[in-house]
């Protein structure tokens, strides 16, 4: 287990892309913590793609998708489903 700070972006409700300092292996199982609004929403997630971003040897991103969380946690996909419905009105 190692912890690291990654940057999010391309949040939708399956997955997100992030990046960072250190290579995620495809197949990696993890957890992203996600404070907004003073709340932290917490997401399981699988890494389905990684590269080293072009012109850089120290920087990556990753593709990851969402994993079923339990239903009590806010979670990053709560977040994301919210902010559909809002842009749909």
Do not use: K
């Not at 892309?17 to 250190?22: D, F, I, L, P, T």
Request: overall charge negative; glycine content about 12%; aromatic content about 4%.
């Amino acid at each position: 287990m190692q912890r690291q700070r990654v940057g999010i972006g391309d949040v939708s409700r399956t997955g997100c892309r992030v990046g960072g300092a250190q290579r995620l292996a495809i197949g990696a199982i993890g957890m992203l913590a996600v404070d907004i609004d003073g709340r932290r929403h917490v997401e399981l997630f699988r890494v389905s793609r990684s590269t080293a971003l072009p012109g850089s040897d120290r920087l990556y991103e990753a593709g990851v998708e969402f994993l079923p969380m339990p239903g009590q946690l806010d979670s990053l996909h709560d977040v994301a489903a919210q902010l559909d419905q809002f842009d749909a009105s």
